[in-house]
């Protein structure tokens, strides 16, 4: 019901003031254009029913009042709830969205429809956006990843095991000279991938373009030594232009990837730095830091399957994912939702690796492959370089604990004919960090 004062007192009015439940049609059936989005919600002194009315009206064309006219394109533009049920404390939505809502080829715009004015909503006590599924005509305008899964086992010349990274730590204090000789361990003990962390572009003890003359020469000489592929996953993060300028120096260089903070720099900058990266020939490798500020709440905010949609949908190649046995969050069943999603077919966007970082050490690897399977860059920072004998030592005993797995063999077995593996499992055994 709808109330206005008058007279000092409230009377219910004749007049239509809300139009909130025009956005629900339960018996509405989603067409082949229609863009569907799941979310959950607490609603806060409103119905149900109300409550997902406004989370339609807000993210496609309505306001809070009734207008004074409707253009015919906005009648065809609303979105539609048509699934409500409970769900926990609160409730489980889908609603459809007609593709006139969206700019074809701008994830920039959709985010901003999708989770933007919705969260800020006095009536929707938590929110959280849990899903999309873009139809092809909306899906066709992105390119998706250049190389994907398979474009990264092509170049790096690994066929069947996980692809194994590092980060030197602590991830901040190296100095160049420092950072090219822990590379050099790094690389010679069995780590395809050296990675910088999340925090880790350019400083005055540091800076990024000495970094990049100095490491690709240490490169090229570990590849000469071990016969393998190495690369470098070097932080490119900054201002767009920054990143470009350093996209291009890696490629001068003749690296093959790059590595992105996503959610820090945002939609926008991935999506110039897709088409950059394509130009360059470059691999995208995202890492998600900042991502738990809205994605670790259960009840509100952004699922980390939404931001991965994303991410491969413009096209990264690489995106951390979560290990559900390390430090970080993130339970098995999402962790295998996320990364079942990123190895599977969809329409023409190719399937990408997923990362696992956070906490892991030779001892997590039967589990881990156990559970992920060995479609997986498998980065462990700490569980490395806290090796006893030093970061080579440690990249090898990473690599031979992979490598019993692939084998069929277990941990001890392995151990008894590599020493490093054998000390790793005497520091840590088969701790799980929290």
């Known amino acids: 019901m709808i109330y206005t004062a008058e007279k000092g007192g409230m009377e219910m009015s004749e007049e239509k003031i809300e139009w909130y439940m025009d956005f629900v049609d339960l018996d509405y059936k989603p067409g082949r254009d229609d863009l569907v989005v799941e979310f959950y919600f607490e609603p806060y002194k409103v119905s149900p029913e109300e409550a997902a009315g406004r989370i339609a009206s807000e993210s496609s064309i309505g306001t809070w009042t009734t207008l004074w006219k409707m253009p015919e394109m906005a009648k065809r533009s609303m979105a539609r709830v048509f699934h409500l049920e409970p769900s926990g404390e609160g409730y489980y939505t889908k609603i459809a969205y007609p593709l006139t809502l969206f700019e074809e080829g701008s994830f920039v715009q959709f985010m901003s429809a999708i989770a933007g004015n919705i969260f ?22 992105f390119k998706g990843p250049q190389y994907g899964l398979r474009g990264i086992r092509s170049f790096m010349g690994i066929k069947e095991r996980p692809l194994t990274a590092t980060v030197p730590k602590p991830k901040m204090g190296w100095n160049v000279d420092e950072y090219a000789e822990i590379a050099y361990e790094l690389w010679s003990g069995g780590i395809d991938l050296l990675k910088d962390d999340e925090n880790f572009t350019s400083f005055p003890f540091n800076r990024f373009e000495e970094r990049v003359r100095k490491l690709y020469r240490v490169k090229e000489r570990v590849e000469r030594e071990t016969g ?3 690369e470098y996953l070097i932080n490119i993060t900054g201002p767009v232009h920054k990143m470009i300028e350093r996209a291009e120096l890696v490629a001068d260089y003749g690296g093959k990837f790059i590595m992105i903070d996503i959610v820090v720099s945002g939609w926008a900058a991935l999506q110039t730095m897709r088409e950059v990266a394509e130009d360059l020939e470059l691999a995208i490798h995202a890492h998600r830091a900042m991502h738990a500020a809205f994605t670790k709440n259960p009840k509100h905010g952004i699922t980390m399957y939404a931001l991965a949609k994303g991410a491969r949908l413009i096209g990264v190649d690489e995106i951390h994912t979560g290990t559900a046995v390390g430090k970080m969050e993130g339970k098995y069943e999402e962790v295998r939702k996320i990364n079942g999603f990123l ?26 492959i156990r559970l992920f399977g060995k479609d ?32 069929g063999k277990s941990l001890e077995e392995k151990a008894k004919e590599s020493p490093e593996l054998k000390k790793a499992l005497d520091k840590w055994g088969y701790l799980k960090p929290i």
């Open 343 to 368: 190895l599977s077919p969809w329409e023409h966007i190719k399937p990408i690796f997923p990362v696992a970082s956070g906490g892991l050490h030779p001892g997590l690897m039967e589990e881990l």
């Open 376 to 407: 997986l860059v498998i980065q462990a920072g700490g569980g490395v370089m806290g090796h006893p004998d030093g970061p080579k030592a440690g990249a090898k005993a990473l690599r031979d604990s992979i490598d019993a797995v692939i084998e």
């Open 120 to 141: 800020g909503m006095k009536a929707i006590k938590t929110l959280r956006f849990l899903d999309f599924h873009p139809p092809y005509e909306y899906l066709r305008h």
């Open 228 to 230: 393998e592929k190495k």
